[in-house]
């Protein structure tokens, strides 16, 4: 049976409400530095040991990115001896088996649990990387097997590994995802699924070419929050490979050449919320970052007609301007 780690991130939705100290949210934290945060963070966990809930990762996290996860526990999808493993802004990689405490943490801006809430001397780019490494370097009571990536790759070298996650996610973890590819006995055991992310340097060669059109897959409609797990569960379950990043490469250029075909009329496009849309603006903001913002009238081309998505221009308009005006006050999340 081919055996296959898959990474995934977590969710903010969770069944269990955080205890006391266990959100970043809390007064407590407020106002203090990265480093000085880690130590609080850290020492309210380590503090109350088992005196606190637990529930097993794969029935403490919800939500409809959780429910896409949840289709692949049941069984061996094609075949496969899956190992699900997580990926907590909280409390770092653990596995889904993992009775774990609930938690208020995440690497996305603009959230009252974001990690960038904490004061950093660091450049803006890496305080999500040092909070991660932090996290790697944690031992909690909770928390069994590997505690990195590379660690993970260490522990099974000649077993492939997925990564699905958002940009924020991707690029926090970017240097773990890089020692965890030279960790394996074949980097191209490493894929990586992140909607949005177009470049990872290093990792270029592992990233699978996964696109908001292939919303207008037959196989693959539904809410863009959710695509990056509805793509990997299409190529777990339809894939007869070996899970290497070309092969899952060439399976996911294969999808967007048939959502080509498939592409809908004005009147069968995509309808958005406007959490979606202002999210979609603020990912070409970050893609643009360093560069001349794009502007708002080939933005909206761009998302009418490359993407496939339904937005009035005054809609659009309204939505462009406060997410510039977010960005502008730091608050881009």
Same mark, same amino acid.
């Given at each position: 049976?081919?055996?296959?780690?898959?990474?995934?991130?977590?969710?903010?939705?969770?069944?269990?409400?955080?205890?006391?100290?266990?959100?970043?949210?809390?007064?407590?934290?407020?106002?203090?530095?990265?480093?000085?945060?880690?130590?609080?963070?850290?020492?309210?966990?380590?503090?109350?040991?088992?005196?606190?809930?637990?529930?097993?990762?794969?029935?403490?996290?919800?939500?409809?990115?959780?429910?896409?996860?949840?289709?692949?526990?049941?069984?061996?999808?094609?075949?496969?001896?899956?190992?699900?493993?997580?990926?907590?802004?909280?409390?770092?990689?653990?596995?889904?088996?993992?009775?774990?405490?609930?938690?208020?943490?995440?690497?996305?801006?603009?959230?009252?649990?974001?990690?960038?809430?904490?004061?950093?001397?660091?450049?803006?780019?890496?305080?999500?990387?040092?909070?991660?490494?932090?996290?790697?370097?944690?031992?909690?009571?909770?928390?069994?097997?590997?505690?990195?990536?590379?660690?993970?790759?260490?522990?099974?070298?000649?077993?492939?590994?997925?990564?699905?996650?958002?940009?924020?996610?991707?690029?926090?973890?970017?240097?773990?995802?890089?020692?965890?590819?030279? +960790?394996?006995?074949?980097?191209?055991?490493?894929?990586?699924?992140?909607?949005?992310?177009?470049?990872?340097?290093?990792?270029?060669?592992?990233?699978?070419?996964?696109?908001?059109?292939?919303?207008?897959?037959?196989?693959?409609?539904?809410?863009?929050?959710?695509?990056?797990?509805?793509?990997?569960?299409?190529?777990? +379950?339809?894939?007869?490979?070996?899970?290497?990043?070309?092969?899952?490469?060439?399976?996911?250029?294969?999808?967007?050449?048939?959502?080509?075909?498939?592409?809908?009329?004005?009147?069968?496009?995509?309808?958005?919320?406007?959490?979606?849309?202002?999210?979609?603006?603020?990912?070409?903001?970050?893609?643009?970052?360093?560069?001349?913002?794009?502007?708002?009238?080939?933005?909206?081309?761009?998302?009418?007609?490359?993407?496939?998505?339904?937005?009035?221009?005054?809609?659009?308009?309204?939505?462009?301007?406060?997410?510039?005006?977010?960005?502008?006050?730091?608050?881009?999340?």
């Amino acid at each position: 049976m081919k055996r296959l780690n898959l990474v995934v991130t977590c969710t903010k939705t969770k069944s269990l409400f955080p205890e006391d100290g266990f959100s970043i949210r809390d007064n407590r934290y407020r106002g203090l530095t990265l480093d000085d945060g880690w130590r609080a963070w850290k020492g309210s966990f380590d503090s109350k040991k088992s005196n606190c809930k637990t529930e097993v990762a794969k029935k403490l996290y919800k939500g409809p990115h959780w429910s896409s996860v949840s289709k692949l526990f049941a069984g061996s999808p094609n075949g496969v001896h899956l190992s699900i493993w997580v990926c907590s802004a909280g409390l770092g990689l653990i596995s889904s088996n993992s009775y774990i405490p609930s938690y208020g943490a995440t690497f996305s801006k603009g959230h009252p649990d974001s990690i960038w809430n904490f004061e950093s001397e660091c450049k803006a780019g890496d305080v999500g990387r040092d909070w991660w490494n932090l996290l790697t370097s944690w031992k909690p009571y909770f928390a069994s097997g590997p505690r990195s990536l590379s660690e993970l790759a260490r522990d099974e070298p000649d077993v492939p590994v997925i990564v699905v996650g958002s940009a924020e996610y991707v690029k926090a973890m970017e240097g773990d995802l890089v020692s965890a590819k030279h +960790e394996l006995i074949d980097s191209k055991l490493l894929s990586i699924i992140s909607c949005g992310t177009k470049s990872l340097l290093e990792l270029n060669e592992n990233l699978l070419p996964v696109e908001s059109r292939l919303r207008t897959h037959d196989r693959l409609r539904g809410p863009l929050l959710t695509l990056n797990m509805r793509v990997v569960v299409e190529l777990i +379950e339809a894939s007869n490979s070996t899970y290497t990043a070309p092969e899952l490469q060439r399976h996911v250029s294969q999808l967007l050449n048939e959502s080509e075909a498939q592409l809908p009329s004005y009147s069968e496009r995509i309808s958005q919320t406007d959490n979606e849309i202002r999210a979609y603006i603020l990912s070409a903001f970050n893609t643009h970052k360093g560069a001349q913002r794009i502007s708002r009238s080939k933005l909206l081309r761009q998302f009418r007609s490359k993407d496939n998505f339904k937005c009035s221009e005054d809609r659009f308009k309204r939505l462009y301007e406060d997410a510039a005006a977010d960005v502008e006050r730091g608050n881009d999340g």
